[in-house]
């Protein structure tokens, strides 16, 4: 059994495309620090990556189907890029009883069943080369409005411009957190989350729309008023290269507090 027929036989090609590609750019990311060790590439790679998916696998809207086969895929391409987390591994052994009980995919996968978590078992064998990132694109356009979800917290950007050609967007934070997706009321003629650019990020791998981890959501398409704000001043940077994962990390030191401006979505 090998990875790749294992995600094959999950029938979710755009889910663990997403995933598969984001892997291989974070994976790279942290691999390019010389003398880390394997540890702390681990621990670099593994709890933003959690973190992100968890916005699907707490998601009331979302299917137990579409959740197991998510487990079955985060803890496969995990063990492909040499990582292993144990909660992970553990809950997508549940996932793949789960879904030979619900009859969710082929009679295939249920046969292979026990070689599938044979390998998942398995200690997973180190990468011994930087994976190959995929091309940066994004179909996001200037003027469009977001939402990225963050711990069960809710903060809306606005894209500003495209960075090359669609390569990906410079998008500035409205202030306020909100405890659910905030829609266009909620933002109009809201500042800026900090002055002088600080609020301003270029943010690599922004690409899959709709996002399958359900972490950004549109909110609304080509709006012509951004938040407002402060300009930065002549020699201060203009924005802030980020990147889908390291975005979280930022939005966390950006915002505190408890959220705001908003109902729970329930």
């Not at 606005?158 to 909620?186: L, Q």
């Not at 990390?249 to 959220?259: E, I, R, T, Y």
Request: contains cysteine; aromatic residues 6%.
């Amino acid at each position: 059994m090998r990875h790749q027929q294992i995600l094959d036989k999950l029938a979710a090609r755009g889910l663990v495309r997403a995933m598969d590609e984001e892997l291989a750019r974070w994976v790279k990311h942290q691999m390019l620090h010389p003398g880390r060790s394997r540890a702390e590439i681990e621990r670099g790679v593994i709890p933003p990556v959690l973190l992100r998916w968890r916005c699907l696998l707490d998601a009331e809207d979302i299917g137990a189907a579409t959740k197991n086969v998510t487990r079955v895929a985060l803890a496969t391409l995990l063990h492909t890029y040499g990582f292993q987390d144990p909660g992970t591994t553990a809950g997508a052994l549940e996932a793949v009883d789960e879904l030979n009980r619900q009859v969710v995919l082929s009679d295939a996968f249920e046969r292979q069943s026990p070689e599938i978590k044979k390998l998942l078992e398995s200690v997973p064998v180190p990468l011994t080369r930087r994976p190959r990132a995929p091309r940066t694109l994004s179909f996001l356009r200037a003027g469009d409005v977001i939402s990225f979800e963050l711990s069960g917290r809710f903060h809306a950007a606005f894209v500003r411009e495209m960075s090359g050609t669609n390569e990906f967007p410079v998008i500035e934070f409205y202030a306020g957190a909100f405890t659910r997706p905030p829609t266009w009321a909620d933002l109009s003629g809201r500042a800026a989350a900090a002055g002088r650019g600080r609020a301003r990020f270029g943010v690599v791998g922004l690409t899959h729309m709709p996002d399958p981890a359900r972490q950004v959501l549109a909110v609304e398409a080509q709006r012509p008023h951004p938040p407002h704000g402060e300009e930065p001043r002549p020699g201060e940077g203009l924005w802030r290269l980020s990147d889908l994962m390291s975005l979280q990390k930022d939005v966390s030191a950006l915002f505190g507090g408890s959220p705001q401006g908003a109902s729970s979505a329930g």
